[in-house]
C-alpha cells in the first residue's frame, strides 16, 4: 500500500513541477492560443498544418526537463481562432514573432514541423538575429509540381475517415474548422509567393540549422532538403531511411530523435 501512495505522489510531483499552463493572446487579428511547460531557455514547438499544440505531447515532459517550452495552436488550428481565414506561412511566422513579443522573449530555439517547418524559415529570414537554433522537420522552401497535384484535391468529402477522425481530437470547433483548414491545405495548390526561397535568400538564416527529412517524402522530394542543406550556411541533414513525411513521429525513430534533437539544441553540434 505505501509503495503505491509513494508511486501516486512521485507522478502528481512530476505533473507539478512540469505542468502546461494554456493562455490566450491577441496577435494580428487572431486569439492565439498556447501553452507553457517547464524553465530554462525558451524552446518554440510549432506543429504541422491540421495538428494542433498536442502532436508534442509524446516529448514534452523530457524536453521541459530543459527548456521553458512555448507550444502555440497555429491561427486556426486547435483552440486558436482566425476569423479572417486568411493563411499563409509569412503571416503565421508574424503571428509567433508577436507571441514572443507579448512574452517579452527576444531569443528562443525552435523546432518546427512541415508548416511549422516553413513558418520558420520565414522567421529566421525575417530577422536573423532571434533564433538561436532550429530543428526543421519535413519542410520546404517552394511547392513543387508534384506537391500540387497531391494537395489540389484535398476536400472534406474525400479525406480519410481515419485522418478525420484524429483531425476532430485536435479541433473544438468540429468539421466547419476542420473544413477551413482543408480548404487552406488545398489552396496551396495555387500559392506561389508565400513559399519561394532561393539560395541566396535562405544564406541570410545564420542561427544552427538541422534539416531532417524522409527520404520517401510523399510532399516534398529528397533534393528539397538537400538544397536547403547545401544553402542555409550553418546547417546539418538527416534523412531518415525509407522514412515519410515527419518520419520521427513512428515509433522506431521516436526515442532517436528525441536524443539527437536534445543533444543538437545544448551543443549545436
Known sequence: MKKIVLITFFVLLQKGLFAQD????????????????GK????????????????WEQWIDSLSQDYKLIIPDLRGHGKSTNPTGEFGYEIVAQDIYALMDELEIENFMAMGASSGAMTLIHMAT????????????GGTIFFDDQYRELVKGVTYETYPKESLSNMRTHH???????????????????????????????????????????????????????EMYKAIPNSFLWIFPNGGHLPNW???WSDKFLEVSKLFFSEKL
Open 126 to 137: 525575417m530577422d536573423s538575429t532571434r533564433i538561436d537554433a532550429m530543428i526543421l522537420i
Open 40 to 55: 530554462g531557455q525558451p524552446l518554440v514547438l510549432l506543429h504541422y498544418m491540421t495538428g494542433s499544440h498536442e502532436v
Open 22 to 37: 494554456g493562455n490566450y493572446t491577441n496577435v494580428n487579428g487572431v486569439k492565439l492560443y498556447f501553452e507553457t511547460y
Open 250 to 252: 513512428k515509433a522506431l
Open 172 to 226: 473544438p470547433d468540429g468539421d466547419e474548422q476542420i473544413k477551413m483548414l482543408l480548404d487552406q491545405f488545398r489552396a496551396h495548390a495555387f500559392t506561389y509567393d508565400d513559399m519561394n526561397f532561393t539560395s541566396p535568400y535562405l544564406s541570410l538564416i545564420k542561427c544552427p540549422t538541422l534539416i531532417i527529412h524522409g527520404d520517401r517524402d510523399k510532399y516534398f522530394q529528397i533534393d528539397i532538403p538537400v
